[in-house]
């Protein structure tokens, strides 16, 4: 994607692990250095690295990057672009965290060791192999909108219980390729270095994740089906990295599409379709109240 084509808001998504020792200094620096330039969205600092999405004008957006990257540890920062309409982001956040992504998995060290990368374009022709088994490391939440032909799905509530589904499904010495995938990239690499550690050979991940997959290989040549959720206020995005209608359901967190949006048992900030018999009176009332919370929050 060229973002220089645009008018609208630009939308970076970027991670890094690298050893950044002095994290906890860095986050009021990140943070001045992103509001003054009108940038909004998340920056996670850890230990290990840096995991971020962040949204602004694309002047002010191009110039925190190039700050960013002045330090040498940064300097080959890479980004994947989206565009939006409207910001995505309500405020700039920093946040400090022992893990840029919890995978919760002593020794696991991506800056040591990681899995094959596969470009975007050479994708197709690995995960097309009969011996390779393509796995999508996100949440369910996630996969239910969207997700390559083919995958497996362990249906995964959070990144943290991927390593007792390895444990549980996959056998070193049967499974002799792992293929896996997530929104970015950042979970499978952590992901490829830990199921490295616990003996398998052959482990790729698909490099820039679904976000440049989508931003470089053609429709016609997809593999992805469906759309793919986003940790914003756009929930998700189609193969051309544009918005779709889908909203979030503050009863169970899953994405609502435009036609469940209709369904009578949709009501925003309480319940959706697939959660509206299964919570109890009181749920959706509490639910209710947290939706309204955050609504007055927003505006103050």
Request: charged content about 30%; proline content about 4%; overall charge negative.
């Amino acid at each position: 994607m060229n973002p220089s084509v645009s008018p609208d808001i630009l939308i970076a998504t970027f991670y890094k692990f690298v050893e950044l020792s002095d994290y906890e200094d860095l986050q009021a620096v990140f943070l001045t250095a992103a509001e003054e330039r009108g940038i909004r969205g998340s920056i996670l600092l850890a230990r290990e690295g840096l995991n971020a999405t962040i949204s602004g004008m694309q002047g002010p957006l191009e110039s925190f990057l190039t700050f960013l990257r002045t330090d040498a540890r940064l300097a080959d920062l890479e980004c994947k672009y989206s565009v939006a309409s409207e910001q995505p982001f309500k405020k700039m956040k920093v946040r400090l965290k022992r893990e840029i992504v919890a995978l919760g998995q002593e020794r696991v060290d991506p800056l040591k060791k990681v899995g094959t990368y596969i470009e975007p374009r050479e994708w197709n022709e690995l995960v097309s192999q009969e011996d390779v088994i393509l796995i999508d490391t996100r949440n369910v939440y996630e996969t239910v909108i969207g997700t390559f032909k083919g995958a497996v799905d362990p249906y995964l509530d959070r990144f943290r219980d991927f390593p007792e589904y390895v444990q549980e499904h996959l056998d070193r010495n049967k499974h002799k390729k792992v293929a896996m995938f997530c929104t970015g990239g950042i979970r499978c690499e952590k992901a490829s270095s830990w199921m490295l550690e616990q003996g398998f050979e052959n482990v790729y991940h698909l490099k820039g994740g679904i976000l440049k997959y989508l931003e470089e290989v053609p429709p016609e040549e997809s593999l992805w089906e469906g759309h793919c959720f986003v940790f914003d206020e756009r929930v998700a995005v189609d193969h051309a990295l544009q918005p779709v209608n889908y909203a979030t359901c503050w009863g169970c967190g899953l994405p609502v599409s435009e036609a469940d949006q209709e369904d009578e048992r949709f009501e925003e900030g309480a319940s959706c379709p697939a959660c509206h018999d299964l919570l109890t009176d009181e749920e959706k009332a509490h639910t209710r109240q947290m939706y309204l919370r955050r609504k007055i929050l927003q505006k103050t």
